[in-house]
């Protein structure tokens, strides 16, 4: 039997796009959208394997949880869906940045409380394209998860099951082998070991201001500013961490703002200066309003190991 409660946000809120900053790809084995607009996603509590189906109507989210974690998972609702998130705090100091709040009043910072599950994605999406990523994601739930608790559909459709990312211990014994099945490098496979070794530590941040949080996930050997930012943007609804270190978000920031078509880490944060303490959700913006310089070199390399 599934647990139930509902959220009113006050003001205009967008379902799809809060929680879309958690979808791993389109084939996302624990993240679906149904046709009647309900968000699913699975998820490894600390009370255990939890489903939540999520269903915007008469001006709130009705949700519904199956599983060990599922009052977990109701209980945090609010957060996650951005209850502890301040829009009004933010304000725009250029027209693009004003023109994109304006035209995206429901755009909340959602906190997961999870940060296991976002980190190790993140690292999964160190230096390569999203499709690498995003497949290695895919193949390593789907061979190392577990079905979703409850009646969650998969990703492929209603015959396919959601999956539950593997526990801390599970992705630690992960062998050599299916890691290089899955197109994952040795670099980013030992800094998931060592993340997953490290899970009680790492968890215990989502009680940490995000400096400090950022500090303790930067202590691992392998997460660095970009990793950390990605991971507490998501796990803490982080209002103020910058993406430092990505291959194309100075590029979009710059010529967003300025047309510059060169732009690189120190620009991007000297142009993020007048929002400080907000800057990822003026990132979120500009990227919702924005645009990137015309292209003029290669696109980025997919280097498959599988084959290596």
């Known amino acids: 039997m599934a647990a139930i409660r509902s959220w009113s946000p006050t003001g205009p809120y967008d379902l799809g796009r809060n929680l879309g900053v958690l979808r791993r790809g389109p084939g996302d084995p624990a993240y ?101 990523a995003y497949r290695a994601w895919r193949l390593l739930l789907s061979r190392h998860g577990e079905p979703a608790p409850g009646p969650a559909p998969g990703p492929g459709g209603p015959d396919e099951r959601m999956r539950v990312m593997p526990s801390a211990r599970g992705w630690a014994l992960i062998p050599s082998w299916e890691w290089h099945r899955a197109g994952v490098d040795g670099k980013r496979s030992a800094a998931i070991v060592r993340a997953a070794r490290a899970a009680a530590r790492i968890e215990e941040t989502t009680g940490m201001d995000p400096a400090a949080a950022a500090a303790r996930l930067q202590a691992v050997p392998g997460v660095g500013p970009w990793t950390a930012a990605e991971t507490l943007q998501r796990s803490h609804g982080a209002p103020d961490a910058v993406t430092v270190g990505d291959l194309h978000l100075p590029r979009i920031i710059g010529y967003s703002l300025t047309g510059a078509h060169r732009t690189d880490d120190a620009t991007m944060l000297e142009l993020l200066t007048p929002y400080e303490g907000q800057r990822h959700r003026a990132t979120r913006l500009i990227l919702l309003r924005g645009s990137a310089p015309p292209r003029r070199a290669p696109r980025y390399a997919v280097n498959d190991i599988r084959g290596l």
């Not at 008469?58 to 209850?83: C, I, R």
């Open 32 to 132: 679906r959208v149904t046709p009647d607009g309900s968000v699913w996603r699975a998820s490894r509590t600390p009370a255990g394997p939890g489903t939540i189906r999520l269903t915007p109507g008469g001006g709130g989210v009705s949700a519904e949880a199956w599983g060990p974690g599922a009052q977990w998972l109701l209980d945090g609702l609010p957060a996650l869906l951005g209850g502890d998130d301040d829009p009004a705090a933010f304000t725009p100091r250029h027209r693009l940045v004003h023109e994109a709040h304006r035209r995206n009043p429901g755009l909340r910072l959602i906190r997961t409380g999870l940060v296991l599950e976002s980190l190790i994605p993140s690292i999964l999406e160190q230096k390569v394209t999203s499709d690498e």
